[in-house]
């Protein structure tokens, strides 16, 4: 993985973000990669800061075989970090309990948590201003494993408000491969 990297790094020069998050991690790895790895696999720590470090990015980039979309991504990332544990709680409860308003009137909630499988997940709710919405919605594609129907989404737009006649509604018949 981390041959990998730095070979990428190398011939890929219109990801400087990335770049400026992934050099500090090698230069890092070169100098420890002198001395002897205690982990079971050498990449392991390398990897895994890695991760930690690329992870909201993934968001900005998509498969070419999906351009056709033609979708609006919408990323909101949280200041939480784990290190601030102990540390810095009241700033952390501040960024939880702070809720965000735009120009449009459209919010971003307060940190929320719900339980799934036996596992808490946090959450924001975002909520567009109607109008807004209504305007720039035109089409809702469900994915090819959703079991929801096209009429299910349709009696979910009528119950919030929308004008189904407005909004395609299509069930996928690609994979998302």
Do not use: W
Not at 58 to 74: D, L, S, V
Not at 99 to 117: A, G
């Amino acid at each position: 993985m981390y041959r990998l990297v730095k070979y990428l790094l190398k011939k890929k020069s219109h990801i400087p973000e990335l770049r400026k998050k992934i050099t500090p991690i090698i230069q890092k790895y070169d100098k420890s990669e002198k001395q002897t790895v205690s982990l079971p696999h050498p990449d392991a720590e390398f990897t895994l800061e890695l991760y930690k470090k690329t992870f909201n990015y993934k968001a900005f980039y998509k498969n070419k075989t999906f351009e056709a979309e033609k979708e609006y991504r919408i990323c909101f990332f949280d200041s939480l970090h784990e290190e601030a544990i102990g540390i810095a709680d009241d700033a952390l409860m501040d960024n939880m309990n702070k809720e965000y308003i735009f120009d449009n009137n459209s919010t971003i909630s307060k940190l929320k948590y719900r339980e799934s499988r036996g596992a808490l997940i946090p959450y924001r709710e975002l909520k567009f201003n109607f109008e807004y919405f209504n305007k720039a919605l035109s089409s809702i594609t469900i994915g090819p494993k959703n079991p929801m129907s096209k009429e299910d989404i349709q009696y979910f737009l009528i119950s919030n408000g929308f004008k189904t006649s407005n909004i395609r509604v299509i069930k996928s018949g690609s994979t998302y491969q």
